[in-house]
């Protein structure tokens, strides 16, 4: 059984602050998914990958297959970034992801 | 840009009654999903679908669940007899492939059971 740990649970930034979110998972993995939840409860997924590093806008993705840790990157935040980030983890050939239980980020002005 | 819709939005029903969630997946996706999410707490898989058929279920999906593609675009979820906890947040997801390509959620259907 896969478990999926995020860090840290809840966190509060000023707008302009660099922002890191870490996910670290048991077993090993096909692929990481990472997930923007709004408030809503809408969910939007930011990056798949299995290896290596990916970068979108002001988002960064990094995995590390080898210790089994994930990070996400937010640059220069903006309180529109407010929203829970959630960590998922697909595991071999399984179809289904394991996930983690969220990173809820605050940004102020 | 295509998305995953699921209706409805909202869904109040009294404990023991049936209901059916709606999905449409992304017309090209082949692999269909899913997942619950219960007030305050992780998401969690539900099932997978794949070729008309179930790829996986986890212990949550009991004789009580059942899913389907009846017409090749709609993808239903179906509660026999509600329970007061099924009440959740329910997501249907689509992917053009298994792994290595992105999830697509819809913006899920809250399901309150009283």
């Known amino acids: 059984k896969n478990e999926v740990e995020q860090s840290p649970q809840n966190l509060t930034a000023q707008e302009g602050e660099f922002i890191t979110i870490n996910c670290s998972y048991s077993v090993g993995i096909s692929a990481l998914h990472w997930l923007q939840q709004h408030p809503g409860g809408g969910i939007v997924s930011l990056f798949m990958l299995s290896s290596g590093k990916k970068k979108h806008g002001r988002l960064i993705a990094t995995i590390n297959i080898q210790e089994k840790h994930s990070s996400l990157h937010i640059t220069a935040s903006h309180p529109r970034d407010s929203a829970v980030y959630i960590c998922?983890?697909?595991?071999?050939?399984?179809?289904?992801?394991?996930f983690g239980t969220g990173t809820r980020l605050q940004v102020t002005l | 840009e295509p998305e995953v819709t699921q209706t409805p939005s909202h869904q109040v029903t009294q404990m023991g009654q049936e209901v059916i969630l709606r999905c449409v997946p992304i017309s090209n996706h082949l692999y269909f999903y899913w997942y619950r999410q219960i007030l305050g707490q992780k998401v969690e898989f539900l099932v997978s679908f794949y070729n008309n058929e179930i790829s996986e279920k986890s212990e949550i999906f009991d004789d009580q669940f059942s899913v389907e593609r009846p017409d090749g675009s709609n993808f239903t979820l179906k509660i026999r007899s509600t329970k007061l906890e099924d009440s959740a947040m329910y997501f249907c997801a689509s992917t053009a492939r298994q792994a290595g390509s992105p999830l697509h959620f819809g913006n899920g259907t809250r399901l309150t059971v009283t």
């Open positions: 998922a983890v697909l595991t071999g050939t399984a179809s289904k992801l394991t």
